[in-house]
C-alpha cells in the first residue's frame, strides 16, 4: 500500500517538474520501490551503503533529470546537499527524530530556493505506530530537559549540593 500511495505521489510530481528524495532505513524496500518506478517509467537515482563511486552518484542526481533520488536513511542521511529536490519522503520511522531530521536536512540547505514538503509514511495498526508514539515521548522528554527554563536557568551557588568530581569518578 505505501509503495502504491508513494509512487502516486511521485508520479504527479515528476509530471509539475519537482524532484524528490525517499529515504528508507531498508534497502529491500528501496529496491522494491526501484523496480515499481521503473515499471511506471520514472527514473531514479539510488544510494545505499553498498554504492561505489557514491559522490559520482550524488553528482548525476544533482545534475541529471532524475525526478527521484531512493536513498538508504543510514547512508545519505548525512553529509549531502540536495537542494535540487523539493519533496521528501519517509517511508518508515525511526525510533531516533535527529536521524529523520537530518535526512530531511538534505534539502534544507544554502541555495534552496523553494518550500520542501515532507512526508512520513506510517501504517496503521502496525509497529510504526508505536515506533512514532516512542519519537513524541522522547521529544517530549528532551523538551522538558532541555527546554525548562526553570532548571536551565537556576542560579548554582557555591552552598548547593553537588557531588565532588572525584567521587563521580569511581561510581
Not at 535540487?84 to 535526512?103: G, K, M, R, S, T
Request: charge should be negative.
Amino acid at each position: 500500500a505505501k509503495v502504491d500511495v508513494l509512487v502516486d505521489h511521485l508520479l504527479e510530481l515528476a509530471e509539475e517538474g519537482h524532484r524528490a528524495l525517499v529515504f528508507s532505513q531498508f534497502t529491500s524496500f528501496l529496491t522494491r520501490v526501484r523496480a515499481r518506478l521503473e515499471g511506471e517509467g520514472i527514473s531514479s537515482s539510488y544510494l545505499d551503503g553498498t554504492t561505489r563511486h557514491r559522490q559520482a552518484v550524488v553528482d548525476g542526481f544533482r545534475s541529471g533529470d532524475d525526478p527521484v533520488f531512493l536513498i538508504s536513511l543510514k547512508a545519505g542521511g548525512v553529509g549531502l546537499t540536495l537542494t535540487e529536490a523539493d519533496y521528501v519522503f519517509l517511508l518508515d520511522p525511526w525510533w531516533n527524530p535527529a536521524v529523520e531530521a537530518q535526512a530531511v536536512d538534505r534539502t534544507h540547505r544554502i541555495g534552496q530556493t523553494r518550500p520542501v514538503n515532507v512526508y512520513r509514511l506510517v501504517s496503521t495498526n502496525t509497529i510504526e505506530e508505536k515506533v512514532m508514539a516512542l519519537k513524541a515521548r522522547k521529544a517530549e522528554l528532551f523538551a522538558q530537559v532541555v527546554d525548562d527554563d526553570a532548571l536551565m536557568s537556576a542560579p548554582l551557588g557555591a552552598d548547593d549540593d553537588y557531588p565532588d568530581a572525584r567521587d563521580l569518578a569511581y561510581r
